[in-house]
């Protein structure tokens, strides 16, 4: 009924740029936050930004200054423009959703299928 579809991942040199976006489509009535999580080999997966429909950010302590989260409430569409990008930022990285429909009112979080990042040093 719901589903978020990403795009943007690739290869790319340290010190280089990417921008993630993400749409969600379906049977949606409003949607509260969006964001990203990344799940780096080997390691948990991590919260790296998320908004809220009022415009609160929070990002991880590892990303602040050089990731922006954004989004466009009209296209249901949350973006991830990421600077200065590390070896250490390559993961797959999964765009949420938490998103209220007729169905589940009181809202469900949705993700994406995940879109690779790899920064090569």
């Known amino acids: 009924q719901v589903q978020l579809v990403e795009s943007g991942g690739d290869l790319v040199q340290a010190g280089g740029s990417l921008r993630l976006s993400c749409t969600a489509s379906?049977?949606?009535?409003?949607?509260?936050?969006m964001g990203w999580y990344r799940r780096a080999p080997g390691k948990q997966r991590e919260l790296v930004a998320a908004?809220?429909?009022?415009?609160?950010?929070n990002y991880v302590g590892a990303v602040k200054g050089r990731f922006t989260v954004s989004r466009d409430n009209a296209k249901n569409t949350v973006y991830l423009q990421m600077n200065s990008l590390k070896p250490e930022d390559t993961a797959v990285y999964y765009c949420?959703?938490?998103?209220?429909?007729?169905?589940?009112?009181?809202?469900?979080?949705?993700w994406g299928q995940g879109t690779q990042v790899t920064v090569s040093s």
């Open positions: 908004i809220t429909s009022g415009g609160r950010i």
């Open positions: 949420f959703a938490h998103v209220a429909t007729e169905i589940t009112a009181w809202g469900v979080d949705y």
């Open positions: 379906g049977s949606i009535l409003s949607i509260n936050t």
